[in-house]
């Protein structure tokens, strides 16, 4: 998916006149040259663009607070090369709501050792300069990400490029408005959530609509729109009929089309960007979406089933931060669902009832038609495919009551030892780290659900940098956890977040 915007990023320099214009000048150029070649060096998802040198309070608040109208920008890089008094920006920083990043460098690289003296030493003191402006940030209480290294560095500018995604994942959080296709799964707990909260603190709407209105976008999709797209299914996708009847098969795959191009028409006129279903509510809907949702997912929309609309909001948060990624593996709603707990292969088999991104496939996706063992409908065609390998996060946002907290866990996506013939869902298979046991005891007793939105591509630092914009609690499970301490954790989130 592309996002649609073409997000940039300002680059403001502080620094003051108290060293002359010679050196402003050359604080300009160093400047310039700095983000030149952070554009050119190809590492950063977005463009960074030059500022002016913020040398006044009048120039700073003006700059930040034009930081917050501009749509396009989506977050402040600011670095100080020469000292920059920091009570000058107080009321720019009071008055900015945008991502912030803290990138510690200074133009040179090495000490000159023969030719270094004072006019060197105050033109290139971002040593200093960067933490006085670092001690009022702090004291503000404002968070943000601080990267230190030399602007050369290839690691520095893919934590520049990281937290880039990081900030679109903040700014992008109050555009999306979720639609929820009926309640709710009854008496299910973990998918519940206070709405209005979620609103104040992620900027989500999240709106109900009866099922049989979607259902009448559906059934208003021409037969001629629908056999195009089945023709394109059959193009992509391997048919696996096993015995069924091919005309017969061809016509719930139809269904599902159906589906699609009536949903997605659906969520484009009233402007959503994710939605839930619920197995149990499908008014006139003839199948339980499955391909559709598949197909959506992998469009950019979020997912959540059973009216899980924090997975939802979640998954799609995800894929906007993962947008046009070079190489990226996906991002899905998942479900633990059952395990291995063979001594050495342990590990949970993901899954759902259908609704899988055919994003994280890996190898080739087929089409199948079976019975959904639940509800009353037709049998739902769906994707079917196994998953990559390789590290990722599973991700379950929780509504505590009091508060929200979001749990991270890395996990190490594996190939499942033999292949599941009888299964006719899409999986991944992945053992949590720091070890299964660990993993699970620790995601238990932080509250996690059983829903995920997992990535191979959004990193757990991304995530908890998230969490700490949106100011809610993150818990991390990693192979850095250990039971002890993260109770420590939990009981630390209480005693911070807790009411
Ligand atoms: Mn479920």
Known sequence: MNLSKNYKFWFCTGSQDLYGDECLRNVAEHSRIIVDELNKSGVLPFEVVLKPTLITNELIRKTFNEANIDEDCAGVIVWCHTFSPAKSWILGLQEYRKPLLHLHTQFNEEIP???????????????????????????????????????????????????????????????????????????VAVTEGDKVEAQLKFGWEVDAYPVNEIAEAVGAVSESDTNALVDEYYDKYEILLEGRDADEFKRHVAVQAQIEIGFERFLEEKNYQAIVTHFGDLGALKQLPGLAIQRLMEKGYGFGAEGDWKVAAMVRIMKLMSAGMKDAKGTSMLEDYTYNLVPGKEGILQAHMLEICPTIAEGPISIKCQPLSMGDREDPARLVFTSKEGPGIATSLIDLGDRFRLIINSVDCKKVEKPMPKLPVATAFWTPQPDFATGCEAWILAGGAHHTAFSYDVTAEQMGDWAAAMGIEAVYIDNNTNIRDFKKDLMLGNVVFGK
């Open 113 to 187: 050792y023969d030719s270094i003296d004072m006019d060197f030493m105050n033109e290139n003191q971002s040593a200093h300069g960067d933490r006085e402006w670092g001690h009022m940030v702090t004291r503000m209480g404002i968070e943000r990400k601080v990267v230190v290294g030399h602007w050369t560095s290839q690691a520095v500018r893919e934590k520049i490029a990281s937290w880039m995604r990081t900030a679109i994942g903040i700014v992008e959080s109050s555009h999306v408005r979720v639609m929820r296709v009926a309640d709710n799964m009854r008496n």
